[in-house]
């Protein structure tokens, strides 16, 4: 029988290099817009907070418009249409509607808490108008209530 020795076996890590390890996090995902990053560690800016990350791609899903995803025509809010029908109430439903359906599609750990639309820089003779919309959203499965973006959106002729 042949006789081994135990120098050629690897050994585990410490616990002390486990812990070194955790204090360090992965990244989760790119931050958009997509950034050169300022540390040596990563080439873009990265996010290593899931929060920050539910939140940066709740906001690209609303700006998204369909067909603007590759591979998949029908992500998004698409609400350029209609930012040219600024008409109060009826505007601001339909843009409730897309943002339920699409989050609800795509997002459906998202639930959906308050919404507010305001007209900004509305200059009726030049043709252009900015919307500044408010939501409110939470995530349960992780114990998020009361979270909030705003989304702008530029109308203009």
């Known amino acids: ?29 790119l931050v958009t ?14 996010h290593y907070d899931i929060q920050d990350q539910i939140s940066d791609n709740f906001r690209n899903l609303i700006l998204t418009n369909h067909g603007e995803r590759l591979g998949i025509q029908d992500f998004g809010a698409n609400l350029r249409p209609l930012l040219f029908s600024l008409t109060g109430g009826a505007f601001e439903q339909e843009v409730m509607k897309r943002i339920k359906t699409a989050t609800s599609r795509f997002l459906p750990f998202i639930e959906l808490e308050t919404f507010g639309i305001n007209y900004d820089n509305r200059d009726t003779e030049k043709g252009f108008a900015t919307v500044v919309m408010m939501l409110s959203y939470g995530v349960p499965t992780l114990g998020v209530s009361g979270k909030k973006i705003q989304v702008v959106l530029n109308a203009g002729g």
Request: net charge negative.
């Open 1 to 29: 029988m042949a006789e081994l020795s135990f120098k050629s076996v690897g050994e585990a890590p410490s616990v002390s290099q486990n812990a070194e390890n955790r204090e360090t996090p992965n990244p989760i995902g």
């Open 33 to 46: 817009p997509m950034r050169i990053s300022k540390t040596q560690k990563d080439i873009f800016e990265m």
